[in-house]
T-cell receptor, first 115, second 112 residues
Framework: GAGVSQSPSNKVTEKGKDVELRCDPI?????LYWYRQRLGQGLEFLIY????????KSGLPSDRFSAERTGESVSTLTIQRTQQEDSAVYLC?????????????FGPGTRLTVL | AQSVTQLGSHVSVSEGALVLLRCNYS??????LFWYVQYPNQGLQLLLK??????LVKGINGFEAEFKKSETSFHLTKPSAHMSDAAEYFC??????????FGKGTSLLVTP
């Protein structure tokens, strides 16, 4: 079976442009997470979806960041008016359900570079 | 703020030697603990997780970790390193809610 996929794998953009990052979770996984990994740092939590709703958006760094999920599958993370500090690897993960031990399966990430 | 600390951003061991990667968490209440591995150009993969059934947890590829409440630690070990173990290792903790708190990672280098 397919794992979590993300597209694009690499994105280079100019400061001020908007970008959209896509995540396809494992089929049937109701929980979906976005994380960000800056160079030399650990992963930072951004947002969590259960189905199509987002009960926890506490990690979104500013109102330039938004995410949606449709059909309990694909999720899109949008960054408006990108800044150089947005440069990072954006990772998506999904899990079968939400419980304290449930394994999160990670995608390969999208490397975003803002010039 | 609750945190996860991985001591040593880079660890180098010889093939066949003991691997020890350190992880400490900051909480008086034992959280949920995980180790992930990231091989070059691949996504993160779960190595093992602490479920409170036993303090010594065995994972994939011969790795294990011991939960020590008195030391607030969850160090990862492997008795004998293989070249294929070279990767980035992340300790992760779930204190509450849905998110995992990750350490900054430790890059393991295995030399012949």
């Amino acid at each position: 079976g397919a794992g979590v996929s993300q597209s694009p794998s690499n994105k280079v953009t100019e400061k001020g442009k908007d970008v959209e990052l896509r995540c396809d979770p494992i089929s049937g996984h109701t929980a979906l997470y976005w994380y960000r990994q800056r160079l030399g740092q650990g992963l930072e939590f951004l947002i969590y979806f259960q189905g199509n709703s987002a009960p926890d958006k506490s990690g979104l760094p500013s109102d330039r960041f938004s995410a949606e999920r449709t059909g309990e599958s694909v999720s899109t993370l949008t960054i408006q008016r990108t800044q150089q500090e947005d440069s990072a690897v954006y990772l998506c993960a999904s899990s079968l359900r939400e419980d304290k031990y449930n394994e999160q399966f990670f995608g390969p990430g999208t490397r975003l570079t803002v010039l | 703020a609750q945190s996860v600390t991985q001591l040593g951003s880079h660890v180098s061991v010889s093939e066949g030697a003991l691997v020890l990667l350190r992880c400490n968490y900051s909480s008086s209440v034992p959280p949920y603990l995980f180790w992930y591995v990231q091989y070059p150009n691949q996504g993160l993969q779960l190595l093992l997780k602490y479920t409170s059934a036993a303090t010594l947890v065995k994972g994939i590829n011969g790795f294990e970790a011991e939960f020590k409440k008195s030391e607030t630690s969850f160090h990862l070990t492997k008795p004998s390193a293989h070249m294929s173990d070279a990767a980035e290792y992340f300790c992760a903790v779930r204190y509450s809610g849905y998110a995992l708190n990750f350490g900054k990672g430790t890059s393991l280098l295995v030399t012949p």
